[in-house]
């Protein structure tokens, strides 16, 4: 069962007020000035990073990008259209479905994350970028099914405004599931949507 032909996707990918394209080390400042503060990370699956560790988790998105990767993912720089400049990154992993005797359904499913610099939060640019991931992993990648977390936490009300915008399902709430970094449990919602339910 091969994986969806990454290979084959065309950049830039732009929407009204956005270009996507494949991230590269020449982002890896562009992406610190965000991936290292504080309130960007705070509902993140990391910490504060570095300019080591954005490097590395930049190099990492490009080898998973790669034809033939085990677990295949594109990794983007989001720009803005009207100034030129890297506001954020989003991600769209993919992995095969399963049946219920959890072989290969011989389809594949997607999960996006999406950060942004907090100069433009608010201005419903990471509904836009997310919006176009939907279309790259339902359109062009034939997926049957797309999920994304709340950047883990329930409280994270900004996110979940996003994920509802662009159409996608509040599918469950797992009461208390993750830790959060002031030490509490926190609720964690997953959103989904399927090929057919997807407004094209």
């Not at 992406?31 to 490097?55: G, I, M």
């Not at 359109?139 to 329930?154: I, N």
């Amino acid at each position: 069962m091969s994986a969806p032909n990454l290979a084959g996707l065309t950049w830039p990918r732009l929407t009204r007020r956005l270009a996507l394209r494949p991230l590269t080390l020449d982002d890896v400042d562009a992406v610190l000035a965000y991936r290292s503060l504080p309130e960007v990370v705070v509902h993140l699956s990391h910490d504060v990073l570095d300019r080591e560790q954005v490097h590395d988790r930049i190099a990492q998105r490009l080898a998973r990008g790669r034809p033939g990767a085990r677990e295949p993912l594109l990794g983007l720089a989001v720009e803005e259209l009207r100034t030129g400049q890297v506001v954020g990154d989003v991600m769209l992993g993919i992995e095969p479905s399963h049946s219920i005797a959890r072989s290969a359904s011989g389809e594949w499913e997607g999960t996006i994350g999406y950060a942004l610099h907090p100069d433009v939060h608010g201005q419903g640019l990471a509904a836009e970028a997310a919006a176009e991931l939907l279309v790259i992993g339902f359109r062009d990648l034939g997926l049957r099914r797309v999920t994304a977390d709340a950047y883990a936490y329930a409280d994270n009300v900004a996110s979940n405004r996003v994920l509802r915008r662009i159409g996608m399902r509040l599918e469950a709430t797992t009461i208390a599931k993750s830790l959060g970094k002031d030490g509490t449990w926190l609720d964690d919602n997953t959103w989904s949507l399927l090929r057919e339910e997807w407004p094209a």
